[in-house]
């Protein structure tokens, strides 16, 4: 079936343009012709213009470059109004970073006596990355093993004799506690002699040698992640009777202030660092979820807003302007554990803060605005008319129909593909957080002869040279 839909009528400017070229009227009275011979159209409407001087005077609004007008197309289609999802969203820039960076040292002091893995090396959980001297640690197990004897020898003592009162008692039970405590600590110092990786990955750095003396800081595990294993062993304290534990702390924190003796990179858990500005940083809530594209990464990876700062990191100013604008980071976790991913790499974002599901959607383009009334042309008992609706979330050349239109209506829909590279892009989408009515000005500006996109003439763009928009679909 086909439906057929009343042409434009061509402006005052272009039926009095005076012929250029020998051959250019009878052209131009051929392209005229086709717009307006038949006073209806088919629903697919298709208009090949051949370039020539005048051909592009009248189809380009003022384009000079002949190559320009080669060939243009029009066509108009119906669509029907489909269910769907938009989605609103804000576009920036990040940093991708391994979530799980552990730092890793020693923690005892003494001489290293190995180190087992080189930068770039894959590592599993508790592989071993180096050691120290165990001379003095044994040592010191030693001493803390005849400590404990010698406070087990004491309390028999005590508990055989009847004049020992309670107080000495408890004193001598607690020197066996403190003793036993000792000795777990001497063998933890001893063990954690031999350093292991607290997680399996790719090691970062190696910041010591074979022969170097270990500082015992005790930070075995270093990580910015929050659920990340707390690395290799290491304790302080001392044994009983005075012998002291030369360990260092042993403990996991979320920051260091130093790189430990090695760092191990999980690269499987990533977070992506980024920046909005004051116009975007109030849209923008913890749990959004966010789209991630990187060059190593074929597809979308998929991600979580886990914080967003209320304090600015500072100002930034975009290339060749002196306006700047504070900044406001915005962290980002990756959903599961995608491969191809590399840190420090650069990641494009779309931070989605506002969705709209399971609603009636049309192509932007088939909408089109006087003053503040949208409409749009539907098909109606063989005839075009003119309906108006109301519109909610647009994106990617998608809107939101939220009254007006129904799935089963049919929408005239006017494109122009072909030599549309020249005149303005404002009907680009490049607004990726504005809402109703997004892109739609350069779509829908100048709509002048019933095309979207345009300018005069009635053609999309302000003839086949504007709006990129009209060219591209």
Known sequence: MTVETPAAA??????????????????????????????????VVVVVVAGTATGVALLTAGGDDDTDAAQATVTTRLVSPSTGTVQASVSTTGTLAAADTTDVSFSSAAEITSVRVSQGDKVTKGQVLGTIDTVSLRSDLAQARATLAEARSTLATAEDDSDTSDAQLAADEAAVTSAKQGVATAKDDLAAATLRSPISGTVAEVNVDKGDQASGSGTSATTTSSDSSSGSSGSSGSSAGGSSGQSGTGDSSTSSSSSGDFVVSGLKKWTVSATLDDTEVGLVHKGDQVQVTTDNVSGTVFGTVTSVSVLSSGSSSSSGSSSSSASYPVEIAVTGSPSGLHDGASATLAIVYKQATNVTTVPTTAIRTDGSTKYVYVASNGKKTKRTVTTGLASSGTTQITSGLTTSDRVYVQTITGAGGRGSTAGSRSGSNTQNGYGQQGQQGGQQGGFPGGGGGGMPGGGFGGGQQGGSR
Do not use: I, Q
Request: no cysteine.
């Open 10 to 43: 061509p402006p005052a400017d272009l039926e009095n343009t005076s012929p250029t070229a020998d051959a250019a009227p009878s052209r131009r009275r051929r392209a005229l012709r086709v717009l307006t011979a038949k006073p209806w159209l088919t629903a």
